[in-house]
């Protein structure tokens, strides 16, 4: 009985250090959320760096209401308008990818070729590299396809620059199911698009899922791509106008909060709702997926 | 005749197959085209372009050897590059050993069948699904150090409160850059075997950096906790109560079985997290911009400022060839070695 206390109390103990660490580490994740929702709400009468830490007095939404229409007393362009362009631009490049990537990873993984060993890393390398290394031919080769500036020039460059990481989400995928069940099938006398239409898209449906919400944060997030092709404020996607107006003197830094906080929700809502297939595409991309 | 119809069977689904084949090489043929044109000739388009005289608007393809390279490695006043490669040095080695520490005492904790891991777990990986914008004009906040006039701000304001006051300084605003001092005993030493140039701040730690890890760790640490966590849960107990019975206590029982173990992990999370790092940019735009006499420049900046603000586009192309490059050393093995793993399988 003695000896059992004995034993107990200095694993009770560590539980303790456990969850303590463990609480202290997710503070320091949480702080950033805390400030951007505390600011958020605050009045722009309590807008004080020296009270940055305090509570706010009530729900006010005032921040969030400029940060998104703007304000044309303080010359504040609001976010609403790159928001839709974030969208209107994620939405159809994330599709594309999807399809894209789906048609690589398929005949990748079941009817490859000589040289397609060779050929998908080499494929893959393109998702590695600094996209400084292909900027400046990019702009040029833009500017002559009439793409430069605009939203679909923006789409353009998502999907092609997608092409690796969702071959290579796909090809994993569909390595995974057996060849036997593709034989079976072209022995039945089906084709390729056949195989793909009534077998593999059909169960290939998490896949989709993965690299759609993978493509989708990567687009949403990016901003190196956004910022070289849409100099035009009217086009700029979400990242590029919140970089905008952080940078701007005359924005109170609550807006900017509350700008920060519409830029991530999209992708944080995926996050939440879906996050076991996101940890997939993250995983995917140290290419162990 | 069963033979007949057998070859007339055999024959149309060969030609069957050899449709399929024709069919395939059509479907992945626009992504190679592309791959092939979008991905490798316009690094050949940069790497040429880079040996170019094109410093204006007006594209100019005059040879003009190595010359951009050599501006690049110039000393003052022009040393930015050297100083945006020490940057990215101690950028890079900080930044890897905060997400691999932090990431696996994550992983530890959490694989001590905790309650709740799940809610810890996804506070702990939230932060990799927004976009580094987003992190870095809120770090930006709560970094800022405020002034005297204001008072402090951000963090500092928070070390007062809790009576640390003596923690707070200039965050991302500091231009100290820590380096051996030519005059004293290391530096002398140094310079009497000919080495007095590491006594420099070129060979330095700007402390301006310390901010840019901070930001860059709370985002992708997560990974390397995930990453981690993953590589625990596959090993199987027997080999810790194996170690157990020989007598190894917990702490041994890392050291000795668990972390060799998740060798194969930290190696893919040091080039994983190692790429991103060299090609760090959006963090920097919104975060720190170049700093204080270049403290928080990094080659991917100078490249972008260079190029697309001051319209030198062959030299902006040299430094984005050098960035590709040292990507490149990281992370061709890498590949290579995965596909030839999996190759093997």
């Known amino acids: 009985m003695i000896a059992q206390t004995q034993t107990r109390r200095p694993i009770r103990v560590s539980r303790i250090l456990i969850y303590a660490a463990l609480f202290v580490a997710a503070a320091f994740y949480l702080l950033p959320v805390y400030v951007l929702f505390i600011t958020g709400m605050k009045s722009f009468q309590e807008v004080n760096l020296s009270r940055m830490w305090d509570l706010p007095s009530g729900f006010h939404f005032d921040s969030y209401l400029t940060a998104w229409f703007g304000s044309e007393k303080e010359g504040i362009t609001g976010l609403a308008g790159n928001f839709m362009n974030s969208i209107y631009l994620a939405i159809p490049a994330t599709l594309f990818s999807a399809v894209l990537g789906s048609l690589n990873g398929y005949v990748l993984a079941k009817w490859k070729f000589r040289g397609s ?8 390398f393109g998702m590695f590299i600094p996209y400084q290394s292909i900027l400046i031919p990019l702009v040029q080769v833009l500017k002559n396809m009439s793409l430069y500036g605009s939203i679909q020039g923006l789409i353009f460059v998502h999907v092609v620059y997608g092409i690796p990481i969702t071959t290579l989400i796909f090809r994993n995928y569909f390595a995974e199911i057996p060849t036997e069940l593709i034989e079976a099938a072209k022995i039945d006398g089906a084709g390729i698009l056949g195989i793909y239409r009534h077998i593999l898209f059909p169960i290939s449906m998490p896949g989709f899922v993965v690299v759609m919400i993978w493509q989708f944060q990567s687009i949403w997030n990016d901003f190196l791509f956004a910022v070289i092709v849409t100099s035009r404020p009217t086009v700029q996607p979400m990242t590029v106008a919140l970089n905008n107006m952080a940078g701007s003197y005359v924005v109170q830094w609550n807006v900017q909060m509350a700008g920060a906080l519409i830029a991530a929700l999209p992708t944080l809502l995926i996050f939440i709702f879906l996050g076991r297939y996101f940890m997939r595409g993250l995983l995917a991309g140290s290419l162990k997926g | 005749m069963v033979l007949k119809t057998l070859g007339v069977f055999t024959e149309r689904r060969m030609c069957r197959i050899s449709t399929d084949r024709i069919i ?5 043929a626009p992504s190679i085209v592309a791959i092939a044109i979008f991905v490798y000739g316009f690094i050949g388009f940069t790497g040429f372009s880079s040996f170019t005289s094109w410093n204006s608007l007006v594209p100019d393809f005059t040879l003009i050897g190595w010359r951009n390279y050599e501006r690049l490695f110039g000393t003052i006043p022009s040393d930015r590059f050297l100083l945006d490669l020490r940057n990215t040095v101690c950028f890079t080695v900080l930044f890897l050993i905060a997400c691999i520490v932090l990431g696996f005492l994550l992983a530890v904790l959490l694989d001590q069948r905790v309650k709740g891991e799940g809610i810890f777990r996804s506070i702990f990986l939230f932060p990799m699904a927004i976009s580094f914008i987003v992190t870095g004009v809120v770090w ?9 006039q204001t008072g402090s701000s951000g963090v500092n304001l928070l070390f007062e409160r809790i009576g640390l006051g003596l923690l707070r300084w200039g965050w991302f605003t500091d231009p100290t850059i820590w380096h051996i001092k030519p005059e004293t005993g290391l530096g002398q030493f140094l310079a009497s075997v000919g080495l007095e140039g590491i006594a420099s701040p070129y060979f330095g730690m700007p402390v301006a950096i310390f901010s840019l890890v901070i930001a860059a760790t709370w985002q992708m640490s997560g990974y390397t906790m995930a990453m981690f966590l993953a590589g625990l849960r596959g090993i199987p107990e027997e080999l810790r109560e194996a170690a157990r019975v020989d007598g190894a206590n917990e702490i041994q029982i890392y050291r000795h079985v668990i972390i060799p173990l998740l060798q194969p992990i930290t190696l893919s999370a040091v080039i994983v997290l190692g790429h991103i790092s060299l090609k760090i940019f959006d ?56 596909m030839r793993t999996e190759a093997e399988l």
């Open chain 1, 117 to 124: 060993n060779v050929l998908f890393p080499l494929m893959l």
């Open chain 2, 24 to 28: 395939s090489l059509v479907m992945i």
């Open chain 2, 140 to 148: 930006r906040w709560l970094l800022n150090p405020g002034t005297l």
């Open chain 2, 283 to 338: 963090l920097v735009v919104s975060m720190t911009g170049p700093g204080p006499a270049f403290a928080t420049d990094v080659p991917a900046f100078f490249m972008w400022d260079t190029t697309f603000r001051g319209n030198n586009f062959a030299q902006g192309a040299a430094i984005a060839t050098i960035l590709l490059v040292s990507v490149a050393v990281l992370i061709v093995p890498y590949l290579v070695n995965t």
